[in-house]
């Protein structure tokens, strides 16, 4: 019995340390607007693990961008988006460039735009491959916020029985009060 509750112990303990989820994670633009007062709206979803964005879905006046730059994708310190990936010249198109002031992760929480960085703007592609751009506007402020579901309420409370449990059943051999049976 010992072992069984150590085993169960260690797993929900190991289960519960890995804290941050795995996978992409959706991030919610807020209050991001350019120098001229327009605003930019929507959200993406990114992945920390491979540095891949995927389902972006801003709107500016601008343009809706729904793709990462086949090109030049980002990392997990700036966004570079387009209209569409399938595009095969991309000269003349809409992209938007968003830098964040500190990486995108699995933790989730609030991330400020690095408005003095290069790549924080809205512009047009100058080349097929859209691997700068022509600005049409510059971010002035903004965040990007992402939650992260936290461990549910029922596995923390097996965790706590366990607990109790494992303490209880230890507690009777240390002052041996053990119940023999007959």
Do not use: K
């Amino acid at each position: 019995m010992r072992s069984f509750m150590t085993a169960a112990c260690a797993s929900v303990i190991a289960y519960m340390s890995i804290g941050a989820q795995a996978g992409p994670i959706t991030w919610n633009l807020i209050d991001v607007f350019f120098d001229d007062g327009s605003e930019a709206t929507g959200s993406f979803d990114f992945d920390a693990d491979i540095e891949r964005y995927s389902n972006i879905n801003i709107v500016t006046p601008f343009a809706t961008y729904r793709a990462p730059n086949p090109a030049s994708p980002g990392n997990a310190s700036i966004l570079i988006a387009v209209i569409d990936e399938s595009l095969t010249d991309f000269t003349g198109t809409p992209v938007l460039a968003l830098s964040f002031e500190s990486p995108l992760s699995h933790i989730g929480g609030e991330i400020n735009l690095d408005t003095s960085a290069i790549a924080r703007s809205e512009g047009i592609c100058p080349d097929i491959q859209c691997s700068g751009s022509d600005p049409v506007r510059s971010v002035i402020s903004g965040q990007v916020s992402a939650s992260v579901p936290a461990p549910s309420t029922l596995l923390l409370s097996c965790l706590g029985l366990a607990i109790i449990g494992f303490r209880s059943y230890s507690g009777c051999y240390a002052t041996g009060f053990v119940r023999r049976r007959t």
